[in-house]
Each structure stands twice: as structure tokens, then as C-alpha cells.
């Protein structure tokens, strides 16, 4: 089993400013299967980025994901008010899937 | 434009029964592999379960192998989950997510809002 870790559990920033997310998994995701999540409270979960550094299809090109291996990052430039939220990362390349445990980013 | 509208939930005893739907709309539902996702209160999300487009394969969490069971019905474009056995920690918002397919997994292009399950005395 495939364990993510993310961090900072909480990030507080102001609109404007830039969020750096880390995801840290226990082994290695070949192929780059890990996916980042978007969460806002009460709604449905968005797809942000696929592959590691592909956007979905409509997220807005502030919203960038890097890295291989074990490592990987999204990459929030010029926070808009709309991007606090929760966002978790997500590796496909193995069952059973699995979800980090999130990093909130809220307004400071 | 891709729409999931998940139903069913409840509040239930525990070691009781209860099923969950998911109707999907705008997109060929045959052809997509379908997760249910849920996320307990003030926890992160959690895969449960996914089932292929064409319902022959079929995976499960560990923590609910043997109690829930996926099925589809894709002449009406539905999901279905049926939890057995509930458990406290079985209580969640349960989400059922469209997949797109990428080696034995899958990633979660589209989601429904989810249903909330409370399992208590």
C-alpha cells in the first residue's frame, strides 16, 4: 500500500501570494500516476492536475504540479480568494488508491 | 456537461444495512469506470470501492471488503453501493466519482456532491 504524506498540514496566506504543497509517498509512483484534488466544504471534490503536471480540463494556469518518484508539488501563483480550500493529492499506480491527508490552505 | 447525483443516505444502527445510488447524466456511462470516495467528519477522503464500465471487475478498501458491495446498472446509468454490517466508522459523506482509467487505477475526473451516512444508535 501506497501512503501519501502532505504537508504543511495548514498553510495561511493572503490572495496574491503563492502556495507551495508538498505530497511525499511511501514508495515510488512510476509513470507519475498522482493526481491533485481541490475541496471546498459542502461541495464536490475538482480534479486540478492528472499525470502529476497535466491540468484538468478548465483549471486555470495558476495551478501547476511537479515532481517524480516520491516527491511531488502543486504550485498555487496569485491566490484568489476562490482557492482556499482543502487539496489532497491522490496516486492511481497502485490499489488500493489512496488519498494524502490533505493541506488546508486559508486565508491569513 | 458530466453530472453524478449520489442518494440514499441515512442514519442507521449499527450492524444494520443500507444502500446508496449514484445517477450519472452527459457522458457515456457504459464506458466509464465509477468509485465511490467518502470522507469522514473532519477527515480527508478515502477510496472505497470502484467498479469497470462494464461491471466484470470490481475493487474494494480493506476496511469494507466483504460488508459493501458495487454493482451498476447501466441501462439506467446508475451506481449502486450496498453497505452490510455498518460500522461507527462507516459514517461519512459518500461520493461517487467518474474514473479515468490509468494502469490498475484510476483518477477522478468528475464528482458527485455526496450523501451523508451516519451510523449510531
Known amino acids: 500500500e501506497i501512503v501519501l504524506t502532505q504537508s504543511p498540514g495548514t498553510l495561511s496566506l493572503s490572495p496574491g501570494e503563492s502556495a507551495t504543497l508538498s505530497c511525499r509517498a511511501s514508495q515510488r509512483i512510476s509513470s507519475n500516476f498522482l493526481a491533485w484534488y481541490q475541496h471546498k466544504s459542502g461541495q464536490a471534490p475538482r480534479l486540478l492536475i492528472y499525470?502529476?503536471?497535466t491540468r484538468a480540463t478548465g483549471i486555470p494556469d495558476r495551478f501547476s504540479g511537479s515532481g517524480s518518484g516520491t516527491d511531488f508539488t502543486l504550485t498555487i501563483s496569485r491566490l484568489e480568494p476562490e482557492d482556499f480550500a482543502v487539496y489532497y493529492c491522490q496516486q492511481y499506480i497502485l490499489l488500493p488508491l489512496s488519498f494524502g491527508g490533505g493541506t488546508k490552505v486559508e486565508i491569513q | 456537461e458530466v453530472q453524478l447525483l449520489e442518494s440514499g443516505g441515512d442514519l442507521v444502527q449499527p450492524g444494520g444495512s443500507l444502500g446508496l445510488s449514484c445517477v450519472a447524466s452527459g457522458f457515456t456511462f457504459s464506458s466509464s469506470g465509477i468509485a465511490w470516495v467518502r470522507q469522514a467528519p473532519g477527515k480527508g477522503l478515502e477510496w472505497v470501492s470502484t467498479i469497470s464500465g462494464s461491471g466484470a471487475d470490481t475493487y474494494y478498501a480493506d476496511s469494507v471488503k466483504g460488508r459493501f458491495s458495487i454493482s451498476r446498472d447501466n441501462s439506467r446509468n446508475t451506481l449502486i453501493l450496498q453497505m452490510n454490517s455498518l460500522r461507527a466508522e462507516d459514517t461519512a459523506v459518500y461520493f461517487c466519482?467518474?474514473?479515468?482509467?490509468?494502469?490498475?487505477?484510476?483518477?477522478?475526473?468528475?464528482w458527485g456532491p455526496g450523501t451523508l451516512v451516519t451510523v449510531s444508535s
Open positions: 499525470h502529476a503536471s
Open positions: 466519482a467518474k474514473g479515468k482509467r490509468a494502469a490498475a487505477g484510476y483518477y477522478f475526473e468528475s
